[in-house]
């Protein structure tokens, strides 16, 4: 990521760190960048896209390889589990949900995803099609509609659940964590 674009992202997540987000403002990201004035505008569109670059850039890592994994699994005739599946998006998540950064990219992702913004994802595993892929490749008889509304009900749960201030995250191998991801397994397994 060339210099400036990466400049900008960590001044916005130490602001974000620092205030509200709907405190911190496209001008205030310029002018603690020491950037011009429309720094952010040209290199990401508007604050939600630089948040959503943001997240892409620190989040993707965590899922990256285990997703590759079990998508080649499943290209090779073998899927996963549903409750692979689950795992290897809890998991990234109570890690995140264990120091005060990973809390605020939490909150940030549950901002971005539980309102549905229309940002232009570029990383595969932010948006809801491989993920849909991932299911019907467990569960055939699940029509892709039926796969989408079940993510998405399964992803506004999480990130309700890992966001939220004012509740401790689940940790895993707690009992909160456990019932967390038995509830999604099971909502996503449903006949």
């Known amino acids: 990521m060339p210099a400036t674009r990466e400049r900008l992202l960590d001044v916005a997540e130490e602001l974000f760190a620092e205030h509200d987000y709907d405190a911190v403002s496209v001008r205030s990201v310029n002018t603690a960048a020491g950037m011009n004035p429309a720094?952010?505008?040209?290199?990401?569109?508007?604050?939600?896209?630089?948040?959503?670059?943001l997240l892409e850039h620190r989040l993707a890592p965590l899922w990256q390889d285990g997703l590759a994994e079990l998508s080649q699994r499943g290209r090779d005739g073998s899927p996963p589990a549903v409750a692979e599946l689950v795992d290897v998006v809890l998991a990234p998540l109570a890690e995140l949900a264990r120091d005060?950064?990973?809390?605020?990219?939490?909150?940030?992702?549950?901002?971005?995803?539980?309102?549905?913004?229309?940002?232009?994802?570029?990383?595969?595993?932010?948006?809801?099609?491989p993920w849909v892929s991932l299911l019907r490749a467990v569960r055939p008889d699940l029509s892709a509609s039926v796969a989408g509304r079940r993510w998405l009900l399964a992803f506004d749960l999480v990130l309700h659940t890992f966001a939220d201030p004012a509740a401790a995250p689940p940790r895993q191998g707690r009992a909160a964590y456990r019932a967390l991801r038995s509830f999604v397994i099971a909502g996503l397994d449903a006949p």
């Open 39 to 53: 720094a952010v505008h040209y290199h990401f569109g508007s604050k939600e896209a630089l948040v959503a670059a």
């Open 100 to 129: 005060p950064l990973g809390r605020l990219r939490l909150r940030l992702l549950a901002r971005v995803v539980l309102g549905r913004w229309d940002v232009g994802w570029t990383s595969r595993w932010f948006g809801l099609n």
